[in-house]
């Protein structure tokens, strides 16, 4: 009983919404700059262009011309509906600037590398202490 009562909490509890730096990865084989990263690893490519660009003329027909602007989807919020006794989560999205995702994973990689190196300068400090 106790078992069984332990799912159901569990089901009815709001899922986490991850951080940025465990959703999406920085890549250089993206266009848009960005993965998706599903178990750790970088994915596929993260973001559809914003707009859309067309050669403006036939010379440039054979040509791929790559979108500007990428956006991507990132849950912001969930809302739960109540079933009686269950709670059904839907995702609440919002659309995203996928320079705005780089800028944020940069700064965070900046902060852990800034933390890794205080840390390094500690330990140095209190080994020759």
């Known amino acids: 009983m106790s078992r069984a009562r ?17 959703e999406f990865t920085l890549s250089d084989s993206s266009p848009s700059g960005l993965r ?6 970088a994915s596929v490519v993260a973001g559809c262009p914003k707009e859309v660009t067309w050669p403006h003329d036939e010379s440039m027909a ?7 602007h990428y956006v991507v989807s990132a849950i912001v919020d969930w809302e739960g509906t109540d079933l009686g006794g269950f709670t059904k989560w839907d995702m ?17 990689a900046e902060r852990e590398q800034q933390i890794q190196l205080l840390e390094q300068h500690l330990q140095q400090h209190l080994e020759v202490a």
């Open 92 to 108: 609440q999205l919002e659309t995203v600037s996928a320079w705005v995702v780089r800028e944020i994973l940069l700064e965070h």
């Open 62 to 68: 054979q040509h791929c011309i790559c979108p500007r």
């Open 36 to 41: 998706y990263l599903v178990s750790g690893s």
């Open 6 to 22: 332990t799912r159901i909490e569990a089901r009815n509890k709001m899922p986490e919404i991850k951080p940025w730096h465990e």
